[in-house]
């Protein structure tokens, strides 16, 4: 890429995009909008807080094309008050000099004050978000409330259709909402991976299944184990380990599971860096997702990425996007543990079938690639062209 000269960068107008963390694929998303952007805006990345409790990333690596700062280094968000995340993000918003500004996190009430602060100020703010009307059981009070927190905002940067559908209810005109969030650098994990995606790279019969996520109650993961097990009984001895990769609270309980239904076969990886998450990606059969709630699912991306087949529940986001029933995967019911254990017996067993699946995530990977991110900032902002592109 290209960059301009120091003079000229710092002359150039600011977009700045703030998350609570920053993970690897938040950098992806900010240097693929400062190539987007190049020679016509700067590009500022803002974390509010160095660490997150429930994620533990490895501080963000060198930023390539953007400016990127903490607002709180060396805190974590879980140990900082409200007033003290606003405070310190109002003040890196103005050194940042931004006059455009994509927030996320729009329940908390200081992403709230900061929105406002920022419009009242002539700023021009989006929201970025992947939540949708189906994640939970909604209340109509509750959603009134939630509206109002929408005002500040210009538009939105949305994930998939339920996320645009779920903010049109909200208030947001449909027009100044733009798909492309929830989007990975493809090239990054390929590159970390250290491998061919499927169905190149490890042979057939090496390959098992893995689940990615967090050890909390909406990943359904003990449906995961129920069918698992019910997988085994058909397998018997040539049944496929699976690889679980995470941790959080309920990691004692899931690992009771296991010892109760003496599920040998099942290992537990631990929380992996994006190096280790792409290398087991490319030694796996397929990636299974069950989630209860799911507002999109960015490994399904990663999966993806390294050409795998995917096991998704019908609550999981990314499959509005990036899952096509039959064609590079499956999709069932979060409540169906038979459907979940005859996918995994049937990619298990038949190659042909997991070929045939494997070549369509190939196909569809590029739909959760970080250029959708850029080419969606640069419609929103109204960069000429844009949408033409």
């Not at 040998?264 to 069950?290: H, K, M, W």
Request: aromatic share 8%; with cysteine.
């Amino acid at each position: 890429m290209s960059e301009a000269s120091p003079s000229l960068a710092k002359a150039l107008p600011a977009v700045a995009f703030v998350w609570g963390q920053f993970a690897p694929y938040h950098r992806d998303r900010c240097e693929a909008a400062a190539a987007r952007l190049a020679g016509r805006y700067r590009v500022c990345g803002i974390e509010i807080a160095s660490r997150n409790e429930l994620y533990d990333w490895a501080p963000s690596a060198a930023a390539d094309g953007f400016a990127f700062s903490t607002a709180l280094p060396g805190r974590s968000w879980q140990e900082t008050s409200r007033r003290d995340r606003l405070a310190a993000l109002t003040v890196e918003l103005r050194h940042s000099g931004a006059d455009i500004v994509f927030l996320c996190h729009f329940d908390q009430p200081e992403i709230f004050l900061t929105a406002l602060w920022l419009r009242l100020r002539g700023k021009r703010v989006f929201i970025m978000q992947d939540s949708k009307f189906d994640d939970r059981p909604r209340q109509l009070w509750r959603e009134l409330i939630k509206a109002f927190l929408y005002l500040p905002y210009h538009g939105a940067l949305a994930s998939g259709a339920r996320t645009k559908d779920y903010l049109r209810l909200l208030g947001l005109r449909a027009q100044r909402i733009v798909l492309g969030y929830d989007t990975v650098s493809v090239a990054r994990i390929r590159r970390l991976a250290g491998a061919p995606p499927a169905p190149a790279g490890a042979p057939f019969a090496a390959r098992h299944f893995t689940a990615v996520a967090r050890f909390v109650e909406k990943k359904n993961l003990p449906l995961l184990l129920a069918a698992y097990d019910l997988y085994r009984q058909t397998a018997g001895a040539s049944a496929r380990d699976l690889v679980l990769v995470g941790g959080g609270p309920l990691e004692a309980a899931l690992r009771a599971e296991v010892a109760r239904r003496d599920l040998a076969g099942v290992r537990f990886a631990g929380f992996l860096q994006e190096e280790g998450v792409a290398q087991g990606l490319a030694q796996s059969l397929a990636l299974i997702l069950p989630s209860r709630e799911e507002q999109w699912g960015l490994v399904v991306n990663e999966a993806l990425a390294m050409g795998l087949p995917v096991l998704v529940s019908e609550n999981v986001g990314a499959r509005d996007t990036l899952v096509r029933q039959g064609v590079n995967g499956y999709v069932f019911e979060a409540d169906n543990v038979e459907g979940l254990a005859g996918g995994m017996v049937r990619l298990a067993t038949d190659e042909a079938e997991w070929r045939r699946l494997s070549e369509g995530s190939n196909a569809l990977a590029e739909r959760g690639d970080v250029a959708h991110f850029a080419q969606a900032v640069a419609e929103l902002i109204g960069l000429p062209g844009a949408e033409a592109a």
